[in-house]
């Protein structure tokens, strides 16, 4: 029997991008379910910044009621959105397998003591320093968050453009003086301009999608 995972993310835009990624690297394997929480980065903003109960609440019902449905994996597309719920929390209070992109940060902390980031806003980037500073108390995070890379990614602009504008050239000028040893994509939508990014600068970049499909391959 396919083992069915729930796609969960921040907007529609980075939801259908993770079913897709899981799509491409499992065929038929399993059955997918998508479940965007907002309907664009702006009022996943506001849900993220709200009272952290009630954030918390809601989350946990959705959860319980695909759990109920038979849902077998939950894989949380979306940074920020991992980085203001505590899922391993509810992993453990509801027994159900939830993966997000923040299992892999903490293994990538104990790799590196100068990482830089790219968030999507600050509670993404709060997130990311949170994890690695607590695996790794050396570790020096130089973080950039901005949310018009989101809604360049979500109007679908050539990634060439996106990179070259947004204040994306100044950041890899920012990373470089701060001799960042590697590039954190800590965005779900952002590897949409990966590659172009990559090609401006000779700093490792890393955006965790791979990582997170073995993290399935693992679970089935």
């Given amino acids: 029997m396919n083992k069915k995972i729930l796609v969960m993310a921040g907007t529609p835009v980075d939801t259908e991008a993770g079913a897709k990624l899981l799509k491409d690297n499992f065929s038929d394997e399993i059955e997918i379910i998508e479940r965007a929480i907002s ?106 968050s901005n949310l018009e890379w989101v809604y360049a990614v979500e109007r679908h602009e050539n990634p060439k453009v996106i990179v070259e504008s947004y204040g994306l050239p100044a950041s890899i000028e920012l990373f470089k003086a701060n001799n960042v040893e590697k590039i954190v994509f800590a965005c779900t939508h952002f590897p949409y301009f990966f590659n172009e990014y990559q090609k401006k600068t000779d700093i490792s970049c890393l955006n965790v999608d791979g990582l997170m499909v073995e993290k399935v391959r693992n679970s089935i």
């Fill in 39 to 144: 309907k664009d980065p702006n009022q996943q903003t506001y849900f993220q910044t709200m009272d952290e109960d009630k954030r918390e609440k809601i989350i946990k019902e959705i959860l319980s009621d695909y759990k109920t449905s038979g849902v077998d994996i939950f894989f949380i597309y979306c940074n920020s959105l991992s980085a203001s719920v505590d899922f391993d929390s509810l992993a453990q209070i509801l027994q159900i397998n939830i993966i997000t992109p923040f299992t892999l940060y903490r293994e990538l902390a104990t790799n590196y003591n100068k990482i830089g980031v790219l968030a999507a806003n600050a509670q993404g980037a709060a997130g990311v320093e949170r994890v690695m500073s607590q695996t790794n108390e050396d570790i020096s995070i130089t973080s950039i």
